[in-house]
């Protein structure tokens, strides 16, 4: 403390200023535990626990040391909204150490006492979680520095308090489940649900395998929230086991419950009732078909939209058709497809359409999937589609030449087409609608182009807010003569479930509004931030990143 206060007179900074500057320090971070890579699911799970736990206890300290009284509150408020500075810096200059002392004596001495007892242990945290680094460093660390601040841990057990585990994990067939509830999920985003101003909270489902290592086969399914109009994702639940959970209803299970729980009765923030409904899952093709119980999209009656039987050509199931009957939720429900249907899913408890709300999301359907498909036909198709390599190389020049002028608001630079193999989905986005109109042209046939453009146009409108509505209908008209087209140009092998099933995005269009609304994007990044936090082995695993649970 006295360091603090020389180095404030240094720098002509007033001691309270730094104390205060010093509480906006305090976040909440992400545990990143230690395990060998070995090890079973039932470790990975309760590692999991264990960061449940680190993130309660941080939010229990933040919410005692900035929320003690009401003169605490707004300093929480302006901590939240990034404005603290800012109020500082005008005490600095309009008043002196003494009316400071006098405005926050009341209100701030309890947060002050809790800031100086525990910034420096919450500050070391958060480094060793951003930092992942390695426990033994922190153990030798932490014997170092408890000789000059006794109140510090000796280990890293007690420093990211890893001990506790407030998450209840079973035991499933397949492997560990964990439940972390839909209500913490959302009471984590508290203040975004608040300023919606709605009765009813409305939040959509994503499930996804995500391996964890090469050398292994362990792999977490996580259940993921998001509440519609906040776009941030939350972990609700996730069972960690050597593949997909082979029993759905038991992996289901917990998530139904809670989901039946909230709509049926509600539940309360700041003295507020609300309601929680399921609006859409929000999946890839074969965890669609996992938690709907149906034929994977490869088999011959694989369509989730329509009762079309697909066709056996040169290796692949296609589904050349454009006209076909249309599946319903009711007919699903009564589980009335035995060709498509191959158990009925626990999911219909839930009263949501299981045909209309399983939305066909565009990241995997059009962007590594059609646009995808598009690219190696002109790499590696047929002659008479095929490009040259001076074309190629071309169009790979022209893309890379972009990357100086590409701005900020764009994931990722343009790379060449040699690379095509390892574009992100953002990648193939950006191509579709920005960068492959202008690389592409004068560079292939004038029908390919054309084709290319048609597609292009279609998802422009299809992701507009303001037009997607409007030219709802001509769109499907355009994209029924994009299939149609796309068989003539690539033949009847190229109409695959994936190009097939744009004929049905127009009806999520109709349902849920642009194709923005009910994308896989946020929940991608949200996975590939899982998928960082594991280190030399399994993980810290999943959480905090994005503040995402409140115990």
Not at 233 to 252: D, M, R, T, Y
Request: aromatic content about 10%; hydrophobic content about 40%.
């Amino acid at each position: 403390m006295e360091h603090f206060a020389d180095d404030s007179v240094k720098r002509g900074v007033s001691y309270w200023t730094l104390r205060r500057r010093a509480k906006s320090t305090i976040h909440a971070w992400e545990n990143v535990p230690e395990i060998s890579e070995d090890s079973s699911e039932s470790v990975v799970v309760e590692e999991l626990s264990s960061a449940a736990a680190v993130y309660a206890s941080v939010e229990k300290f933040d919410t005692r040391c900035l929320h003690s009284d009401s003169g605490s509150s707004q300093f929480s408020s302006e901590v939240n909204s990034g404005h603290l500075d800012e109020r500082t810096h005008d005490y600095d200059h309009d008043v002196d150490d003494g009316e400071v002392l006098h405005e926050y004596s009341d209100s701030d001495e309890e947060a002050s006492d809790c800031v100086e007892e525990h910034s420096l242990a919450s500050r070391l945290s958060h480094w060793v979680a951003s930092d992942k680094v390695p426990n033994s460093s922190v153990d030798r660390l932490l014997r170092v520095l408890h000789d000059f601040h006794p109140d510090l841990p000796l280990n890293y057990r007690t420093l990211m308090n890893t001990g506790a585990h407030p998450i209840a994990v079973s035991k499933i067939e397949g492997g560990e489940y964990a439940h972390f509830g839909i209500l913490n999920g959302i009471r984590s985003i508290e203040s975004q649900v608040l300023r919606l101003g709605v009765d009813v909270v409305q939040y959509q489902i994503n499930i996804d395998g995500l391996p964890l290592f090469r050398s292994s086969s362990l792999q977490l399914w996580p259940i993921l929230g998001m509440v519609v109009g906040t776009g941030t994702p939350f972990l609700i639940g996730a069972f960690c086991g050597s593949s997909k959970p082979p029993n759905i209803e038991q992996f289901l299970q917990p998530f139904i419950t809670e989901a039946l729980e909230l709509n049926d009765n509600g539940f309360i923030l700041q003295g507020v009732r609300f309601r929680a409904v399921v609006t859409c899952f929000i999946c890839d093709a074969p965890a669609r078909a996992l938690i709907k119980g149906t034929k994977l999209h490869c088999g011959y009656h694989g369509c989730d939209r329509c009762a079309q039987k697909g066709e056996y050509i040169e290796g692949r199931i296609t589904f050349p058709a454009v006209t076909y009957e249309r599946r319903t939720d009711e007919q699903f429900a009564r589980n009335e497809y035995p060709d498509h249907q191959k158990n009925l899913s626990p999911l219909v408890q839930l009263n949501v359409g299981l045909v209309s709300c399983c939305v066909l999301d565009y990241m995997h359907l059009v962007c590594l999937g059609v646009v995808r498909r598009m690219i190696f036909f002109w790499l590696k198709g047929p002659l008479k589609i095929r490009l040259s390599a001076r074309h190629v190389s071309l169009i790979s020049n022209s893309l890379v030449s972009f990357r100086g002028n590409v701005p900020v608001e764009f994931a990722r630079k343009p790379r060449s087409l040699s690379e095509v193999e390892s574009w992100k989905a953002t990648e193939f986005r950006q191509f579709l609608l920005y960068s492959g109109l202008v690389a592409l042209k004068s560079h292939m046939k004038s029908k390919l182009y054309e084709h290319f453009v048609c597609l292009c146009v279609a998802m422009h409108i299809l992701l507009s807010p303001t037009l997607c509505h409007h030219y709802c209908d001509y769109v499907e008209e355009l994209l029924h003569v994009w299939v149609k087209d796309s068989m003539k140009l690539y033949g009847k092998q190229f109409a695959v479930y994936n190009v097939h099933s744009v004929l049905h995005l127009p009806d999520d269009v109709r349902k849920f509004g642009n194709l923005d609304n009910v994308s896989a994007f946020p929940f991608e990044n949200f996975m590939r931030t899982l998928k960082a936090s594991v280190r030399k082995t399994l993980v810290g695993i999943i959480f905090m990143v994005f503040n995402n649970i409140v115990l």
